[in-house]
């Protein structure tokens, strides 16, 4: 049997655009954990342009190190390292101080500033982890997604206001440059604010940063997609944000937004392809 490849992230756009029976131009948000980019990096923070058979990456999060690799995916408190190394090393030797024991912290801090043993992501999945590590709610997950789904819950009861969201927003290439956001998350905790607020303000600035993505990419078609969007919160401050710019928003409801929909997609591009529209 012939063997089709398809891009991990692009998968997950397809699938969202084949539930809806749409084809392009769209733009489409994957943000999930991780997924292996063309370029060899870890990505899940991305935009991607799709129009017939054209998908181009248009913009994504800043990279950040994952101290460890896999071993953060269950370790939020390192990719909270990740972040504040690149942010202030300072600031990352202080809190390895306080999370890790001594030979722990000196081998992860000694990995990030040699770039050994620390792949890059773009990944919006771990973003959620490193933020809750910094709010305080969980260092180590039992299971991958965990603190994640214990940072939406946190914003219960908290009112979505954009005005107040974090600052979050795209530079030179496209990228949504988390270090302003993440600099306010640990100010914010270090002051007492509520864990609450800080997930309601993190949230509002995701919901931020896609309507500046959207506006920047041009179409009036946005795809949800990625593992992200089973947050209910997140769906929520996304699609009220586009709407109320005239975007029209598509969002996974007879398929999960997450892996399990990724079949799908594979299959969409494979016909596609098949049909030669691609």
């Not at 129009?51 to 990719?79: K, S, Y």
Request: charged share 20%.
């Amino acid at each position: 049997m012939p063997l089709v490849p398809v891009q991990h992230h692009r998968a997950h756009v397809a699938a969202c655009l084949a539930e809806h029976g749409a084809t392009g131009p769209v733009l489409g948000l994957a943000w999930d954990g991780a997924g292996l980019g063309p370029d060899g990096t870890l990505w899940g923070g991305e935009a991607l342009l799709v129009d017939g058979a054209r998908c181009r990456r248009v913009a994504h999060l800043r990279p950040f190190a994952l101290p460890g690799g896999e071993r953060a995916m269950r370790e939020p408190r390192r990719v909270a390292l990740g972040l504040l190394h690149q942010l202030a090393p300072d600031r990352a030797a202080r809190f390895a101080a306080h999370a890790f024991d001594a030979g722990a912290a000196r081998v992860l801090l000694a990995m990030l500033a040699r770039g050994v043993g620390a792949p890059k992501t773009t990944s919006v999945g771990r973003l959620f982890d490193g933020i809750a590590a910094l709010a305080g709610l969980r260092a180590l997950a039992s299971f991958q997604g965990q603190a994640a789904t214990e940072l939406e819950q946190a914003a219960d009861g908290f009112a979505d206001e954009p005005q107040d969201a974090y600052p979050l927003s795209p530079g030179d290439p496209a990228q949504a440059d988390w270090r302003p956001l993440v600099r306010a998350v640990v100010d914010d905790r270090a002051r007492g604010v509520a864990v609450g607020a800080v997930s309601a303000r993190f949230h509002a600035a995701l919901a931020g940063v896609a309507v500046t993505i959207a506006r920047a990419a041009g179409v009036e078609r946005v795809a949800l997609a990625g593992g992200c969007f089973q947050n209910e919160r997140l769906v929520r401050a996304v699609r009220a944000g586009l709407e109320a710019r005239g975007f029209v928003v598509l969002v996974p409801q007879l398929y999960p937004p997450n892996d399990g929909g990724i079949a799908l997609g594979q299959l969409a591009v494979a016909a596609a392809r098949d049909a030669g529209k691609e």
